[in-house]
């Protein structure tokens, strides 16, 4: 099969990549463009362990061609840390203790990103609603709520 | 788990892809969302030679009002008819559904007209358009035809449209006043299909039932109507032992298939109940 030519921006930076239309995002952005921080859990959509951002929304990256970020914009959990210092989300998590095995972290961060862009100043219930579609196997969840309270507050009161 | 091979089309009109899909007939899918088809793909339980992805077609999107009816693109996704404010002040029950429709990231992507297409019994908005009286607007290489949701849905993977055309846009009524509805969906967690849900509106004259619609998801092969228990209603007022008496025959209905939800007769019987308090947060709703 022939491949196709694809470009976008990764983190603020323009890449290339020749794929085959059947190839799914999450796997060129770790296989191709070495950026392994994004993980994959389940590949059917269900536990969120792929999720990147894809022209300001969160999406599942086992379920969206590598063909469909052609000219668009993506963000992975590699994109939050400013030259090397932390996102007040990861230093949340840290301070928290969100994570515990870390395999839904970078999900999680992500996922938090934008939800947070799109709800600054959450409730409780709003963040569970927010963060449903990533699953976590260790924390029981307590702790991902608070760090995304604790950021939130955080970026608020910045 | 990636899908087989195929070659990759992104039209950037509906005509283009009408023409893409008369090109290679039988070998052609259409890609909306991906959160039904990518999943297939890959399992092998579908391998389409051709993939026309609908994505670029800036004609499938919107949401718009025209006169007592809202038009609503096939490709405007979840996350865009909870966030309308069209719908949520005139026709809020489809909001109210695509809010317990799969999990944040999967109704960014996921469409309605890709939820009304593809055909499985668990898709939530089939039997919330049997509901609202919907329309579909189809078009194909013979040009536009719209259809009812009432007949459209014939089975498991099976609707009442040809391989050549493409669902548009949804038309559905805006609510009048005396009209109310009700929406219960019984899922084990986030991210799973109904185990049972029933989707309903009734349009009151006076106290009594000038009309009412009551529809299932996942308690047959497609989404139906109880229409037994419809009858059993209409020009009545309403009491707890109507509604009984419909939830009744609303079991008769149901033929949901056995699986890891549970075994027919656990389903059956949370249908009706889905069905029962529907009805009542409708009627409650419609006096509002
Ligand atoms: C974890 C998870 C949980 C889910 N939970 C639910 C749930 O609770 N309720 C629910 O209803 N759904 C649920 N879904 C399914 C989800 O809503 C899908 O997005 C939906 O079933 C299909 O829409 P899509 O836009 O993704 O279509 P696709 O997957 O792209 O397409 C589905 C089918 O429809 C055809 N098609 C799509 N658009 C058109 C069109 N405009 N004209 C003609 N044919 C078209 C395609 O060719 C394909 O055959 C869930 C999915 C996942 C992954
Ligand atoms: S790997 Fe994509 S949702 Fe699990
Ligand atoms: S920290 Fe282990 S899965 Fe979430």
Redesign the pocket.
Known sequence: MTKKHISFQLNGRPVDALVEPRELLVHVIREQLGLTGTHIGCE???CGACTIDLNGDSV?AC?VLAMQADGGDVMTVEGLADNGALHPLQEAFMQEHGLQCGFCTPGMLIRAYRFLKKNPNPSDEEIRTGMSGNLCRCTGYQNIIKAVKAAAEKMQSA | MIPSEFEYHAPHSVAEAITLLTQYPEEA????????????MKLRF?EPAHLID?NGIKE?KGISEQGNVIRIG??T??SELIDSALLNEKCPLIPAVAR????PQ??N???????I????P????PAVMLALDARFILQGPEGERTVPANGFFLGTYSVG?AAD????AILVPVFASSTGYGFN?L?RKT????TAASSVVVQLQGESCADIRIAL?NAGPCAFRAEAAEDLLKGQVITDALIEQAAQKVMAACEPDEDLRGDAEYKTHMSAEMARRSIRDALTKAKG
Do not use: C, Q, W
């Open positions: 059917t959509s269900h599942k379920t | 899918r259409l890609l909306a969302g991906g959160h039904s088809l990518l999943p297939m579908a609908i499938l096939a490709m996704t979840e317990l429709i799969a999990d999967v109704r992507r996921g469409t309605i007209g890709g939820d297409v593809h055909g499985d668990g898709n939530d908005h449209m055309e493409i669902l548009t969906k899922k991210g799973d299909f109904a998801t």
